[in-house]
């Protein structure tokens, strides 16, 4: 495969559409198959292919998932649906920072589990390639903490804008105060700014981690699940041919 330096989600799906078809034929279908039709010695085996297989797609479809879900919270950041007084605009952004906070984290769960599991099932097909070493949360993840605490917005999500008001020394809780309260007015767009910029990054990092992943090992799944479906074929017929 040809790696996608910034895949869109055209792009992505056309680079999961073959795996999810190959896939259709057994893992899709038999969700929690017997295999009555293998013979006993090496039914657990098969089985085991199986559950992995299927975990690795499922892991597969979730990252597809998340960044699905990125775009969606772009949309909720970049607007502002709720009549006033129903949520405040740092209500708002707080929606969407803790959104894409839970995201970041299951996009990092997601692909560490994916590689965990494509490296199970190498080792269960006896497959023998040369990796170029397992995901980390330190080599393309996420960062754990979806914005900058240290940033010119002082921490927007958590509390209010700094401010030489009294009050503001005792309660600066960002969701409590009105929208029109200063410095809040001004402050809310460069807050709302610096949020969407934090997602379009992070859409970028989670696009292109999918996209890295399907470029290097795809065909490597593409191959595995191959290999199965073979398998179950294979023994599909002998037991036919011995049931005649």
């Known amino acids: 495969m040809t790696r996608v330096d910034k895949p869109t989600v055209s792009e992505i799906d056309r680079l999961i559409a073959p795996i999810v078809e190959l896939a259709g034929e057994n893992l899709m ?13 090496t039914r657990g085996g098969i ?31 970049g607007e502002y649906p709720w009549a006033r007084g129903e949520l ?34 190498l080792e269960l097909l006896s497959v023998d390639v040369e990796r170029a070493g397992g995901w980390s949360a330190g080599v393309g993840a996420l960062p754990a903490e979806a ?24 309660m600066r809780i960002a969701s409590e105060w009105s929208d029109v309260a200063h410095p809040f007015a001004d402050h809310y767009g460069a807050a709302r700014s610096e949020l969407l910029g934090q997602i379009d990054a992070k859409m970028q990092a989670v696009a292109s981690g999918i996209a890295g992943f399907l470029s290097d090992h795809g065909d490597e799944l593409i191959d595995l699940i191959g290999r199965y479906n073979d398998m179950v074929r294979n023994f599909r017929m002998l037991h036919d041919r011995d049931m005649i």
């Open 29 to 41: 279908c038999l969700s929690d198959p017997s295999f009555e039709f293998v013979p006993d010695r």
């Open 47 to 77: 089985s085991a292919i199986h559950q992995r297989l299927k975990a690795e797609l499922r892991a597969l479809l979730q990252l597809r998932t998340v960044y699905g879900d990125m775009i969606a919270c772009r949309v909720v950041a």
């Open 88 to 121: 405040s605009h740092y209500q708002h952004l707080r929606l969407a920072w803790s959104q894409l906070a839970r995201l970041s984290d299951m996009f990092n769960d997601s692909m560490k589990e994916i590689d965990c599991l494509h490296d199970e099932t």
């Open 147 to 170: 914005i900058d605490r240290g940033a010119l917005v002082d921490r927007w999500y958590d509390v209010a804008p700094k401010s030489k008001l009294p009050i503001f020394d005792t």
